[in-house]
Structure formats: C-alpha cells, structure tokens
C-alpha cells in the first residue's frame, strides 16, 4: 500500500475533499476546472443530506455540497462503479439543488375575516411576478472511475442548457462536468497544465511513496500532507483500510464479471451459437452478478454500514437493500 489514500474509496475522497482543510485544494482543482468561466474565492460545506419534503419523496445525500461566497451552488460527486441511470441519477441531484433555491411562501400576520382577530396566514410576499425564480448557478463536478456508456468517449464531459441549432448556452445556472477518469491515460510528463497535473496525482497517487518531484506546485504540498495515510486518525484508519478492502473486493468482483462476459460471447460465436444467444448467455452472467452483490450488501448491512454506502458499493437501490 502507498502512502496515500485512495480518492476513489468514500473516506479517501471525504479526507481529499470534505473536511476543513481540503477548502485551499478544493478551490484550487474547482478553480482550474472553472478557468475562464467562473472563479472562486471562498466556499462554506452545505449540510449534505437533501431531506425529503414529503413522506413519498426521496431524499438526498450528496458527497459534498457547498456555496460559494458569491452564491453559487456546487455539487462533488464521486462515484466508484458503474451502475444503471446514473445520468438520470445526476440530474435529480442538480433539480433538487435548484429547486432548493425557491424559498417557501412567507408567514405573516394578517387579520382573519372571519372574527376580526389577528392570525397566521401563509402570504405571498409583495415582490414583482417571477422575482423569487432568480437562480444561482448551480455547478455539478462527478468524479467516476468507469466508462459510461451514454457519455462521449473522453475523459471530461461538458453538459449544460444549450439552443440544439446553434449550441449556445441559453441558461448559465445549470453546469454538469463529468470526469471519466479511465480515459485519463497520460503520463505525468504528458501534462502540460496544473489541472492535468492534478488529475494525474488523483489518479495514481494511492500508488506512491512521496510526491513525485515534477509536481512542484504548492498544491501538491497540501495535497501530499492531506492525504497522507499516517496522518489518519486510528479510528480513520481502521474506517479506511475497511474502506480499501471493499474498493478492491469491488474492483476485482467487475474486472472478472466483465472477463466472464468476453469469454461467454466469444464461446458461444465460435460454437456457432447466434450472437442472440450469446447475448442471452451474458444476461445470465449478469443476474449472477447481481446475486454476487445482494450477498455483499447483507454483509454489509451486517456490519451495519449506512444504505448510501452500500448502495454506492453494491449498485443495488436503497429500497433494495433495505428490504435485505
């Protein structure tokens, strides 16, 4: 094991990302990412978890959500595995984040028709129609260590609201980055930029021994002295070793799933059996699959590992998991 953390597991990405002294990174690699578009100068971490408004609703917990001190709103997210509807899944985190935006009609105090007395009435405020649907921007950065099917084939995506014709921006406050980071293939002296050059550290720094010394920029200090895996807690420790030990049994589990798949199809072409069937034979493989990662979600849930979590690991839903 290096002497890094790994970003890609829950705690190695909260130490990197989401405690008080991940700010100065945090605003260093969002600022880099933003060049030209928007720059930072301060941010406060946001409660993470979205609760429901009603009974039937689901709720949210973000990675990390924070507000910039100019008001705009950003969300990181760092997914692990591929799972279904994770596009879809990223747009719910980005709506309920706008929509948190519009506050709540404002109680005020009102006579009552009916007796004359003063009571509480709800009342919308005196304010010009459209007024309260001012937006602030709203950025969504998503870290993902697998390829998604439904994006381009690079590394870093750019979504946003854009006229189909002409692809010009039509609406600002809706921002989406998405960062395919097995499609980030280049060598340290490859990187011609500080954010390539964070991007390459994020990717292999859980393999080293100490920073390497091309990577000169003050940045990379900070970022070497956070997360450096001795600096952990004994109770961060154990947290993240458990963390690592999941991550790998994860990694391993996908990697010899999608080898069962490959040599599925190819014996069933060379047999002569209809690339139907072979299709046929791989879903088979799949629901196996899906088998191997209920029996590790009722691990999990054993040792009694939040639904989030589990679900992130796993791939199954929460609903899922909770009926385990």
Same mark, same amino acid.
């Given at each position: 094991?290096?002497?890094?953390?790994?970003?890609?597991?829950?705690?190695?990405?909260?130490?990197?990302? !989401?405690?008080? %002294?991940?700010?100065?990174?945090?605003?260093?690699?969002?600022?880099?990412?933003?060049?030209?578009?928007?720059?930072?100068?301060?941010?406060?971490?946001?409660?993470?978890?979205?609760?429901?408004?009603?009974?039937?609703?689901?709720?949210?917990?973000?990675?990390?959500?924070?507000?910039?001190?100019? !008001?705009?709103?950003?969300?990181?997210?760092?997914?692990?595995?591929?799972?279904?509807?994770?596009?879809?899944?990223?747009?719910?985190?980005?709506?309920?984040?706008?929509?948190?935006?519009?506050?709540?009609?404002?109680?005020?105090?009102?006579?009552?028709?009916?007796?004359?007395?003063?009571?509480?009435?709800?009342?919308?405020?005196?304010?010009?129609? !459209?007024?309260?649907?001012?937006?602030?921007?709203?950025?969504?950065?998503?870290?993902?260590?697998?390829? =998604? *099917?439904?994006?381009?084939?690079?590394?870093?995506?750019? %979504?946003?609201?854009?006229?189909?014709?002409?692809?010009?921006?039509?609406? *600002?406050?809706?921002?989406?980055?998405?960062?395919?980071?097995?499609?980030?293939?280049?060598?340290?002296? =490859?990187?011609?930029?500080?954010?390539?050059?964070?991007?390459?550290?994020?990717?292999?720094?859980?393999?080293?021994?100490?920073? *390497?010394? %091309?990577?000169?920029?003050?940045?990379?200090?900070?970022?070497?002295?956070?997360?450096?895996?001795?600096?952990?807690?004994?109770?961060?420790?154990?947290?993240?070793?458990?963390?690592?030990?999941?991550?790998?049994?994860?990694?391993?589990? =996908?990697? %010899?799933?999608?080898?069962?798949?490959?040599?599925?199809?190819?014996?069933?072409?060379?047999?002569?059996?209809?690339?139907?069937?072979?299709?046929?034979?791989?879903?088979?493989?799949?629901?196996?699959?899906?088998?191997?990662?209920?029996?590790?979600?009722?691990?999990?849930?054993?040792?009694?590992?939040?639904?989030?979590?589990?679900?992130?690991?796993?791939?199954?839903?929460?609903?899922?998991?909770?009926?385990?």
């Amino acid at each position: 094991m290096g002497k890094f953390v790994n970003p890609f597991t829950d705690l190695g990405f909260k130490i990197i990302f !989401g405690q008080p %002294a991940s700010k100065p990174f945090l605003i260093t690699l969002l600022n880099e990412l933003l060049a030209g578009e928007h720059r930072i100068e301060d941010l406060v971490f946001l409660d993470k978890e979205d609760h429901a408004e009603h009974v039937r609703d689901k709720g949210i917990i973000y990675d990390l959500y924070c507000r910039t001190s100019t !008001g705009e709103y950003i969300i990181v997210e760092m997914q692990k595995r591929k799972h279904p509807n994770f596009l879809d899944r990223t747009l719910y985190y980005m709506c309920r984040a706008v929509s948190r935006q519009i506050e709540a009609p404002l109680a005020v105090e009102v006579p009552s028709p009916d007796d004359g007395e003063e009571g509480l009435e709800v009342r919308e405020p005196s304010l010009p129609y !459209g007024t309260n649907y001012k937006l602030h921007t709203v950025y969504g950065v998503f870290f993902m260590n697998f390829k =998604e *099917p439904d994006l381009p084939d690079r590394f870093r995506v750019d %979504a946003g609201i854009l006229d189909m014709e002409s692809h010009e921006t039509l609406n *600002p406050h809706f921002r989406q980055i998405y960062l395919q980071f097995p499609y980030f293939t280049k060598e340290l002296d =490859e990187c011609d930029t500080l954010l390539e050059r964070l991007f390459y550290a994020l990717k292999n720094m859980e393999h080293w021994i100490r920073m *390497p010394d %091309a990577l000169k920029e003050q940045v990379f200090a900070h970022l070497s002295r956070l997360a450096a895996v001795a600096n952990l807690s004994p109770e961060n420790r154990l947290a993240y070793d458990r963390a690592v030990d999941r991550y790998n049994v994860n990694r391993l589990a =996908e990697e %010899a799933f999608l080898q069962d798949v490959e040599e599925a199809k190819e014996k069933a072409k060379e047999e002569g059996i209809a690339e139907g069937l072979a299709e046929g034979l791989a879903e088979g493989l799949a629901e196996g699959e899906r088998q191997k990662a209920v029996e590790i979600a009722r691990n999990l849930k054993s040792l009694n590992l939040g639904l989030a979590d589990i679900a992130k690991t796993t791939g199954l839903s929460e609903e899922e998991i909770r009926r385990l």
